[in-house]
């Protein structure tokens, strides 16, 4: 039997009802939706609902952001104001891409072969370098965030609301360019293999609003950022070709962090 085509999907689901099913899947937020979904129609909305993973990035970001400002201006210092405010973002996602990241890190360092990359993936404990992964890849976000909030509250907001958004960029770009792993069933594999270009740029366009400011007013430091990012990315890539041969959701959710913590440090030298 063929996939359904491009046209199929957009009769199993309106764009309201593929954007809440990207905020449902993204974060622990609930939104009615008018109808209930079969899962042949559920399975095709989440694949189009990717479109609107940048734009749920953004609005957790400006969520983070308005927590920390708020701390910040209340007088609780830049450092606990900035963790308290990943904290807080953690559980409006349910802390979904610092999971991926420490279960990859732990698969990658701790697993020789692909078989054993894998298996590690799917532990549910957490290892060693899946720990001191999480522990840096938190604080060094955290101290950045508050490194631009002690100079410039305002930038500081900006920065942090552009980075949730080019975080889930990356994972849709990933999707687009890298086939996931054939021999292991899962959710990610029926969403991610069929993203395209098209979709980038589309997710990329509409998300344009939560990064544009940042673009802005630091061309200079924007340009930085997104080149070591696109550098990260093609690295981050080409490691995850050569030990396992294609994605995973865990890997994706890993993309997302790495590329959000990029942007931020990088905005730090504004």
Known sequence: MSEPTQSSDRQACSLWECFVIAVQFLTRVSIFRQRQLSSDQYRLALRRSVLFFPIVGGFVGLF????????????VPAL????????????LTGAFHEDAFADTCDALGGGWTRDQVLEIMKDS?????????????????AAAIAAMGETDVRWS???????????RI?????????????????QARDVAGSQTLKTVIAATL?????????????????AASMLVSAIT?????????????GTTGDLLG?????????VTIGSTTR
Do not use: H
């Open 157 to 167: 907001i900006i920065a942090i609301v552009a980075a949730a958004a080019i975080g």
């Open 254 to 262: 890993a993309s997302g962090f790495l590329i959000q913590l990029v």
């Open 125 to 141: 404990r957490l290892g060693t370098y899946g720990t001191i992964a999480l522990v840096a890849g938190v604080g060094a976000r």
């Open 233 to 245: 990315l093609i690295l981050f890539r080409r490691k995850i070709m050569r030990r396992i041969g």
């Open 80 to 91: 606990v104001s900035a963790l308290v405010a990943v904290g807080f973002e953690a559980l």
């Open 64 to 75: 983070t952001a308005v927590t920390f400002a708020t701390l910040l201006l209340a007088g």
């Open 170 to 186: 990356a994972i849709v770009v990933m999707m687009a360019t890298t086939s996931p792993i054939n021999d292991r069933a899962s």
């Open 206 to 222: 509409a998300s344009l609003p939560f990064w544009s400011a940042w673009l802005m007013l630091a061309p200079s430091c924007a």
